[in-house]
């Protein structure tokens, strides 16, 4: 699955110097560079500490990461139209604990009836930050700013001091994050599910392709005949859905919820998708690069631990990492615009 | 310059006194409330408290007003105050003095902020994607610098000042600099050349910039000034609660915000005024103080701050919208 954004995706003149051949080559093509980072990541850890590169922690690594990517892709595709989700850490609460007491009033609920509730809760906030922005006019950050405080605070006053936990959930809903399939854990499989169909529909379904058009310039979209306000509407819509299902997942891995889950997971989130290559001004990106972006990130947390760094030290390294990453991205894709200007005025 | 900035804003000054006007009835209101939901509201221990709990939040707003009406937006504020805090713990267990603790603490915070400035004037990036990436970097260097200890054995003569009001009044100490700060803010955004220049780069950058308007070295004055406010915000932070530690002021960021745009000024940039914010912290200080008196929890009183910060911007574009097709709907009587 090779996904590419589709801005500044020409062929590079043969006839250019070698750097900056090279640099518009990497930053073409981000996934590979990501890709690179990621295994040098895998590799350097593993050589310092042979034990790093067991199964056990390999699959602890993909349980962490597969809640936080499915999240970075639904931030994604809310990104790649210039607007962001901040309320998404207050679904996934929201929805988690929602989940947990559907089980505490009926203990024998169907896991993919567990799921689709979650769903369900993630898609009706989903469709309020939606009205707001696309009915409202509020600006996406305002708007989700603010019910990122609402949702959070109805959590609290919901959950009122209590918890769920892992005593009231079924067996089989705890062995979404226990249980294998083909060795890897179930809930790692429906997240991989997750994000190949939303790689599937950002690359070649007409809607998913929109969005990359109201990024990259939503008053040529709109003069394009887009509905504009639809396409918005369906982008929260997705990134509501995913942080309500990651809430049920979120449930099931950890067992324990209360109302401060997930808090501040929003900004881990936007930092995964930024480490990815998704621009945060829109229009570029893809599901593909917003994962790794997520794996990397959660590969580094784990490194520092088997390592033996301080903790203290991850967010700090994860600070750097973000700077670092909207450095060389936004000065990559200036250098290469740089060219293709060239390339157009010089034939 | 001078004869364009004043006809720029001049016909938006009067949408806002309206919503300073709104802002002011709110707030009018809100004392109500608070008289009518507990008698012990009105007593000065209790104004006090209101005035202390909104000290940091204001002190970091006031710059917040500058960058946001300049178009841009600095995240990593509270970080910066956690930083500031850890700082300040770390260099008295050295021995250093108190008052050159301070002014290391300050001179640190303008360096976060400069860092800011430089990575958003110099390499044009955008400020939201930065001082997310900061919000970390400075938060973790928070916890570099001091983990999960707290230093607390700071000199009783420097904490009373964070425990004692002014004189016979209810205003508490660390007010007195909010109150200060509020009145230069005030001064210089609405009453200088400088100040004016940061609307005209708020309503349109390109054209400050071709009327003589030097929109980077603006910005990078406007970062720097943040890192240094939020460093003075930690500093009284720490001696108010008499604990230097690395998570002080976490998610105060938002908080700050929140008041800054319910405070009229438009996320956009270009449009607001620091009346308007002053008024905006009160109302958000009033209102958790009376619901808290009457037991509401303090994370049940986020919903509070949402709703407030929402409806700050849809109720005008709702009326907006609704004048709008009020107008078309006559147009197409008139026909």
Not at chain 1, 134 to 146: F, K, M, N
Not at chain 2, 246 to 270: M, Q
């Amino acid at each position: 699955m090779i996904i590419r954004a589709n801005t500044m995706d020409q062929e590079t003149p043969p006839a250019a110097p070698a750097i900056s051949t090279w640099l518009a080559q990497l930053g073409k093509r981000r996934e590979t560079a990501l890709f690179v980072v990621l295994i040098a990541l895998v590799a350097c850890t593993g050589i310092a500490r042979p034990q790093f590169l067991n199964l056990q922690n390999l699959r602890d690594v993909l349980l962490n990461v597969a809640i936080v990517g499915l999240l970075t892709a639904g931030m994604t595709v809310v990104m790649l139209m210039r607007h962001i989700d901040l309320s998404i850490g207050s679904v996934v609460g929201v929805s988690a604990y929602g989940v947990g007491c559907l089980y505490v009033a009926f203990p024998h609920l169907p896991v993919p009836v567990a799921l689709m509730a979650a769903v369900a809760i993630g898609l009706a906030a989903g469709s309020i930050n939606g009205a707001l922005v696309a009915i409202g006019r509020v600006p996406s950050l305002v708007a989700t700013l603010s019910t990122l405080y609402i949702f959070r605070g109805a959590d609290y006053a919901w959950v009122n001091g209590g918890q769920i936990n892992a005593s009231s959930l079924p067996d089989a809903f705890s062995k979404l994050a226990t249980g294998t399939a083909f060795g890897i854990p179930t809930l790692v499989l429906i997240a991989v599910l997750v994000l190949a169909c939303l790689g599937v529909y950002l690359k070649s379904f007409r809607g998913g392709r929109e969005h990359y058009a109201i990024g990259s310039n939503p008053e040529a979209a709109r003069l394009a005949g887009i509905h504009v306000e639809r396409r918005v509407m369906v982008g929260f819509l997705i990134s509501g859905a995913i942080a309500g299902l990651a809430g049920g997942l979120w449930l099931a891995r950890f067992g324990t919820v209360d109302a401060s889950t997930a808090k501040g997971i929003e900004l881990q989130v936007v930092a995964a998708a930024v480490v990815g290559s998704v621009a945060i001004n829109g229009g570029a990106g893809t599901i593909l690069g917003a994962t790794l972006g997520a794996l990397v990130l959660g590969v580094i947390n784990i490194a520092l631990v088997v390592l033996q760094i301080s903790p203290f030290w991850q967010q700090a390294i994860q600070g750097a990492l973000i700077v670092a990453a909207v450095t060389t991205d936004t000065l990559l894709a200036r250098s290469l615009a740089k060219r293709m200007m060239r390339k157009r005025d010089h034939g | 310059m001078v004869d364009i900035v004043p006809a720029v804003t001049a016909r938006k000054h009067t949408a806002h006194l309206t919503w300073e006007v709104l802002l002011t009835v709110i707030l009018a209101g809100s004392l109500a409330l608070g008289r009518l939901l507990s008698s012990v509201f009105l007593q000065t221990d209790n104004l006090s408290n209101i005035l202390l709990d909104i000290t940091e939040i204001s002190l970091m707003a006031l710059p917040m007003t500058f960058i946001i009406v300049t178009g841009e937006i600095d995240l990593s504020v509270a970080s910066v105050l956690g930083a500031s805090s850890a700082l300040m713990g770390v260099l008295w267990h050295m021995g250093l003095p108190m008052p050159l603790v301070m002014v290391l603490v300050v001179v640190g915070g303008a360096m976060a902020g400069a860092l800011n400035g430089w990575l958003v004037v110099r390499l044009e990036l955008p400020s939201l994607a930065v001082t997310i990436g900061t919000l970390a970097l400075f938060r973790g260097i928070a916890y570099v610098l001091l983990g999960d200890q707290a230093v607390a054995d700071f000199p009783a003569s420097y904490t009373a000042f964070g425990m004692n009001t002014l004189g016979a009044t209810f205003i508490p100490q660390p007010f007195a600099i909010v109150i200060v700060g509020a009145a230069l803010f005030g001064i210089v955004l609405h009453a200088t050349p400088f100040g004016r220049s940061l609307y005209a780069i708020g309503a349109n950058s390109s054209a400050a910039r071709f009327s003589g308007i030097d929109v980077g070295k603006a910005k990078l004055r406007l970062f720097v000034l943040s890192g240094l406010v939020s460093a003075i915000a930690g500093i009284i932070f720490t001696l108010r609660f008499t604990s230097a530690r690395g998570d002080n002021g976490e998610g105060f960021e938002l908080a700050v915000i929140a008041a800054v745009l319910f405070g009229g000024v438009s996320i956009f940039g270009g449009r607001g005024s620091l009346y308007g914010v002053l008024l905006s912290l009160l109302i958000v200080g009033v209102l958790r103080n009376a619901l808290t008196l009457v037991d509401v929890s303090s994370e049940t009183l986020t919903i509070v701050t949402g709703l407030l910060l929402l409806s700050s911007v849809l109720i005008p574009n709702l009326v907006a919208g609704w004048r709008a097709r009020r107008d078309k709907r006559l147009v197409a009587a008139r026909r």
